[in-house]
Protein backbone atom coordinates (compact mmCIF):
# COMPACT_ATOMS: atom_id res chain seq x y z
CA UNK A 1 0.00 0.00 0.00
CA UNK A 2 1.35 3.53 -1.20
CA UNK A 3 0.04 6.40 0.66
CA UNK A 4 0.90 10.44 -0.20
CA UNK A 5 1.17 13.06 1.15
CA UNK A 6 0.62 16.30 -0.75
CA UNK A 7 1.90 19.81 0.69
CA UNK A 8 1.76 23.32 -0.38
CA UNK A 9 -0.81 25.06 -2.27
CA UNK A 10 -2.12 28.29 -1.00
CA UNK A 11 -3.28 31.37 -2.11
CA UNK A 12 -1.36 33.46 -4.54
CA UNK A 13 -1.16 36.58 -6.96
CA UNK A 14 -1.08 36.10 -10.57
CA UNK A 15 2.68 36.12 -11.47
CA UNK A 16 3.51 34.03 -8.23
CA UNK A 17 5.47 31.40 -7.33
CA UNK A 18 4.50 28.32 -5.26
CA UNK A 19 5.92 25.02 -4.76
CA UNK A 20 4.18 21.51 -3.65
CA UNK A 21 5.47 18.79 -2.69
CA UNK A 22 4.36 15.08 -2.43
CA UNK A 23 6.20 12.46 -0.29
CA UNK A 24 4.96 8.92 -0.78
CA UNK A 25 5.39 5.92 1.24
CA UNK A 26 6.86 2.54 0.38
CA UNK A 27 9.38 3.84 -2.08
CA UNK A 28 9.77 5.62 -5.42
CA UNK A 29 7.97 5.28 -8.36
CA UNK A 30 6.92 7.29 -11.49
CA UNK A 31 5.38 10.01 -10.49
CA UNK A 32 2.47 12.65 -11.70
CA UNK A 33 0.76 15.82 -10.93
CA UNK A 34 -2.99 16.54 -12.05
CA UNK A 35 -5.38 18.89 -11.11
CA UNK A 36 -9.02 19.17 -11.51
CA UNK A 37 -10.81 22.74 -11.34
CA UNK A 38 -14.58 23.48 -10.51
CA UNK A 39 -16.57 22.31 -12.74
CA UNK A 40 -13.91 20.55 -14.92
CA UNK A 41 -12.72 16.81 -15.79
CA UNK A 42 -9.17 15.97 -13.56
CA UNK A 43 -6.27 16.60 -16.78
CA UNK A 44 -2.89 15.62 -16.28
CA UNK A 45 0.03 18.21 -15.53
CA UNK A 46 3.40 16.77 -15.29
CA UNK A 47 5.09 13.62 -14.69
CA UNK A 48 8.46 12.10 -13.94
CA UNK A 49 10.17 8.97 -14.38
CA UNK A 50 11.20 6.76 -11.36
CA UNK A 51 15.12 7.62 -11.83
CA UNK A 52 14.01 11.11 -12.84
CA UNK A 53 15.47 11.35 -16.46
CA UNK A 54 12.03 11.62 -18.13
CA UNK A 55 9.79 14.77 -17.25
CA UNK A 56 6.24 15.18 -19.37
CA UNK A 57 4.01 18.72 -18.98
CA UNK A 58 1.00 19.58 -20.32
CA UNK A 59 1.67 22.14 -22.77
CA UNK A 60 -0.68 25.17 -21.01
CA UNK A 61 2.47 24.66 -18.09
CA UNK A 62 5.70 24.24 -19.97
CA UNK A 63 8.38 26.56 -19.46
CA UNK A 64 6.27 27.72 -16.10
CA UNK A 65 6.01 24.17 -14.20
CA UNK A 66 9.26 22.15 -13.43
CA UNK A 67 8.53 18.42 -11.60
CA UNK A 68 11.44 16.64 -10.03
CA UNK A 69 12.37 14.60 -7.08
CA UNK A 70 14.89 13.55 -4.30
CA UNK A 71 14.35 9.55 -4.07
CA UNK A 72 16.12 9.55 -0.91
CA UNK A 73 13.62 11.51 0.46
CA UNK A 74 10.37 9.91 -1.66
CA UNK A 75 9.35 12.94 -2.17
CA UNK A 76 8.37 14.82 -5.71
CA UNK A 77 7.69 18.51 -6.14
CA UNK A 78 6.11 20.88 -8.60
CA UNK A 79 7.36 24.46 -8.59
CA UNK A 80 4.86 26.41 -10.19
CA UNK A 81 6.11 29.94 -11.63
CA UNK A 82 4.64 32.67 -13.26
CA UNK A 83 1.38 31.60 -11.97
CA UNK A 84 -2.18 32.51 -13.77
CA UNK A 85 -5.27 32.36 -12.43
CA UNK A 86 -6.27 29.42 -14.88
CA UNK A 87 -4.20 27.62 -12.65
CA UNK A 88 -6.43 27.41 -9.99
CA UNK A 89 -7.68 23.96 -8.91
CA UNK A 90 -7.19 20.96 -6.77
CA UNK A 91 -3.42 19.70 -7.25
CA UNK A 92 -3.40 15.93 -6.79
CA UNK A 93 0.08 13.79 -6.90
CA UNK A 94 -0.49 10.02 -8.34
CA UNK A 95 2.24 6.98 -8.05
CA UNK A 96 1.99 4.31 -10.84
CA UNK A 97 3.97 1.32 -9.49
CA UNK A 98 3.94 -0.40 -12.47
CA UNK A 99 5.79 1.77 -15.03
CA UNK A 100 9.29 2.94 -13.47
CA UNK A 101 10.48 4.57 -16.83
CA UNK A 102 7.78 5.69 -19.09
CA UNK A 103 5.39 7.95 -16.87
CA UNK A 104 2.07 8.42 -18.56
CA UNK A 105 -0.58 11.44 -18.93
CA UNK A 106 -3.71 8.96 -18.40
CA UNK A 107 -4.56 9.13 -14.83
CA UNK A 108 -5.66 5.51 -15.43
CA UNK A 109 -2.14 4.13 -15.29
CA UNK A 110 -1.75 5.95 -12.03
CA UNK A 111 -2.76 3.47 -9.54
CA UNK A 112 -2.55 5.09 -6.01
CA UNK A 113 -3.84 9.09 -5.75
CA UNK A 114 -2.83 11.76 -2.86
CA UNK A 115 -6.02 13.56 -1.18
CA UNK A 116 -5.14 16.96 -3.18
CA UNK A 117 -4.17 20.24 -1.85
CA UNK A 118 -5.95 23.40 -3.08
CA UNK A 119 -3.81 26.40 -5.34
CA UNK A 120 -5.43 29.51 -5.79
CA UNK A 121 -4.48 31.65 -7.88
CA UNK A 122 -6.04 35.62 -7.82
CA UNK A 123 -5.56 38.10 -10.59
Known amino acids: QVQLAESGGGLVQAGGSLRLSCAAS?????MGWFRQAPGKEREFVAAISRSGARTYYTDSVKGRFTISRDNAKNTVYLQMNSLKPEDTAIYYC???????????????????WGQGTQVTVSS
Open 94 to 112: AADTTLPYSPSYSASEYDY
Open 26 to 30: GGSYT
